[in-house]
């Protein structure tokens, strides 16, 4: 278990919508290794949603412990979270969340200023980013001046300039056509190939198909965990 | 560095959206224009008074030993005129005892005026001040002499009929003539012009020319001054410390003089272009006072402007918050970008204020007499003012910004 980044153990989340109580998470034991390509799949209300803001820091369990990366984030302050996202996580949006006003650059480096670089580290460590994304002559472009797969790569690019623990994508391809959508995948294939651990929330069995592991949600519990007798031998 | 992108973050917000920017600089620019343009104008008006007027008026470093104050401003009690026109006037005696007994080096002159007509040919010229004086009066009048020359003690003391007349006087009954060696006749008698005096410019509109100098005991002296007494005594000391060792040698000698005992009032006065200046500082003292008030609506009023836009800023980059969260900013962060959002919006409002407050200052003093010059103070006063109005207004919508959920911010639209 020493390589595991991810490790649920008996996570509950449940809400308080007006008096009623909503449980979106029933109770989830989960442990995901180092270098794994995860897909989380399931229909929705089946607990997709919260489990990504839980696993991306962006929210806490109501019960149980998360451990990433050897330290539990499951009962730490706004703030400490801020940090561990900062440095462990690098999110994809399906709306790709880039700042609109901002160049290609400005956003990758985005990070990096949370992070406390200075400007000039922040610049080349981005440059890099974009640069394995195939996007190295689009740095000074606006997000409205890029195509929805550019996007979705400066996006990329902002996700892994950190360094992070885990690249965590929410319905990466849900904006994007088919030909747009294989793209993405052969760069989230291209860098897990390089070591880089993925997960990936989808409710499409053909994008999920990329993923060696796919863990299928329903009613706040886990229903099936498969891992692709293939590739699993790593 | 982070600072610098907080400011250019929220110099492009207000080019961007240029017609809500306006409004919401607006107050800060109103109540900064205020600052600028008053305190410009006082400061100006107070540099004028002190340079112009006052000096002018008394001369540099010199006191009048009166009857009571000749430059008033703002009212008089009946009671208190009717106490000054008791006093005993200065007389040639008072004038001679000073100087004999007088200590600290000093300049005296003994002064009278009259407004008369005076005539050359045909041709006249009314309500001109007739000044009888001694010679060292060009002395301390600063009277740069543009033709001719000063009459001399000599002349002074015999009392010559020699005058040395004003510019304006030159300029209208001997245009295109040179004056010197002319003869003007001043309330009939005639005078010899020996010099003319430069040109002296005007003080609110009022022109410094219309005068003539002649020796204080030359014949017209009997129009111009009651008999054996005069309307002041000039003393002109070489610098201000000396000129108030003199005046307290005055005082203390007229006292003696006059047999005042220690508690009663002097019944004579020691005018001073400082003592001018008093009715002038206590009005200038009192729009420093309202000023203030003044420049405090605007800015209260400007810094909830500048709220409610910050408030709608949020409201609008409520997914821009949630972004920053989701990639490590934590509520510091996302606090610290509004507060300088917010200061710095401010700021642009306070800069235009000075350039606004600066142009309607120089407004003022090129359709009016009054002139005007910017205190450097305020200019800083200004920009404090304006981050500091930015960054109490930023702190509420900030806090609100930074307490945001980041869930529920990126799913916002």
């Keep these: 278990m020493s390589d595991a980044v991810i490790q649920f153990r008996g996570i509950r989340r449940e809400y308080d919508m007006g008096g009623e109580v909503v449980r979106a998470l029933a109770g989830v034991t989960l442990t995901i290794r180092r270098n794994e390509y995860v897909a989380i799949m399931g229909p929705s209300g089946s607990g997709k949603s919260t489990l990504m803001n839980l696993i991306g820091c962006l929210d806490t369990p109501t019960e149980g412990e998360y451990w990433l990366n050897g330290q539990e984030v499951s009962r730490m302050t706004d703030d400490a979270l801020a940090r561990v996202r900062n440095k462990e996580i690098g999110f994809v949006f399906q709306t790709f969340n880039l700042l609109p006003r901002a160049t290609a650059l400005q956003n990758v480096e985005l990070p990096l200023v949370y992070a406390g670089l200075s400007s000039r580290l922040r610049r080349r460590s981005a440059e890099d980013a974009l640069n394995r994304v195939g996007l190295a002559d689009r740095m000074y472009h606006r997000p409205n001046e890029l195509s929805g797969g550019q996007r979705q790569r400066v996006a990329i690019a902002r996700a892994l300039v950190n360094r992070p623990s885990i690249l965590l994508a929410d319905e990466p391809t849900g904006n994007l056509d088919s030909a747009t959508s294989e793209e993405i995948m052969r760069v989230f294939g291209h860098l897990h190939a390089q070591g880089q651990t993925i997960v990936m929330v989808t409710h499409e069995a053909d994008i999920a198909a990329h993923a060696d592991r796919v863990v299928l949600l329903r009613d706040g519990l886990v229903e099936s965990d498969t891992t692709r007798e293939t590739n699993a031998a790593a | ?413």
Excluded at chain 2, 92 to 121: F, P, W
Excluded at chain 2, 267 to 282: I, K, M, P, S, V
Aim: positive net charge.
């Design chain 2, 1 to 413: 560095m982070r600072l610098l992108e907080a400011v250019r973050i929220a110099l492009q917000m207000i080019w961007a959206q240029k017609l809500k920017s306006f409004f919401s600089l607006v107050g800060v620019t109103i109540g900064v224009t205020f600052l600028i343009a008053v305190v410009s104008i006082v400061q100006g008006m107070n540099v004028y008074m002190e340079d112009q007027f006052a000096n002018r008026l008394v001369g540099l470093n010199t006191f009048q030993l009166r009857r009571f104050p000749g430059i008033n401003m703002g009212d008089i009690s009946e009671e208190t005129w009717r106490e000054w026109l008791r006093r005993p006037r200065i007389t040639y005696d008072d004038a001679d005892y000073v100087e004999e007994r007088v200590k600290t080096t000093v300049v005296l002159s003994r002064y009278c005026q009259e407004r008369m007509t005076i005539s050359y040919g045909g041709k006249q010229a009314k309500d001109i001040e007739v000044q009888g004086a001694d010679a060292a009066f060009f002395q301390i009048k600063n009277y740069e002499i543009a033709a001719g020359r000063p009459f001399s003690p000599q002349e002074a003391r015999v009392g010559a009929p020699v005058v040395v007349i004003g510019d304006l006087l030159a300029e209208k009954l001997y245009e295109g003539l040179d004056p010197v060696g002319k003869t003007a006749l001043i309330g009939g008698l005639p005078y010899r012009i020996i010099g003319v005096v430069a040109k002296q410019g005007t003080i609110f509109g009022i022109s410094l020319d219309k005068f003539v100098v002649v020796p204080f005991n030359a014949p017209t002296r009997r129009k111009i001054c009651m008999y054996n007494t005069m309307d002041e005594l000039y003393v002109q000391a070489a610098s201000s410390p000396v000129m108030l060792t003199a005046m307290d040698e005055v005082e203390s000698m007229m006292r003696s003089r006059r047999q005042l005992k220690p508690t009663e009032e002097s019944n004579f006065y020691l005018q001073t272009a400082e003592g001018a200046l008093e009715g002038w500082q206590r009005i200038s003292r009192i729009l420093f006072m309202a000023l203030p008030g003044l420049v405090a609506i605007s800015l209260v009023v400007g810094g909830i402007v500048i709220m409610n836009i910050m408030l709608m800023a949020v409201a609008e980059r409520t997914r821009e918050i949630g972004i920053r969260k989701a990639l490590g900013a934590k509520r510091r962060d996302i606090l610290a970008q509004f507060i300088v959002e917010s200061a710095t919006i401010s700021t642009v409002g306070a800069i235009f204020g000075i350039g606004l407050g600066i142009g309607l200052a120089f407004t003022v003093k090129a359709l009016t007499p009054f002139p005007a010059a910017v205190a450097p103070w305020s200019l800083g006063v200004a920009v404090a003012l304006g981050i500091s109005v930015g960054m109490s207004a930023g702190i509420y919508p900030a806090s609100r910004a930074s307490k945001l959920d980041p869930i529920v911010a990126l799913r916002s639209e």
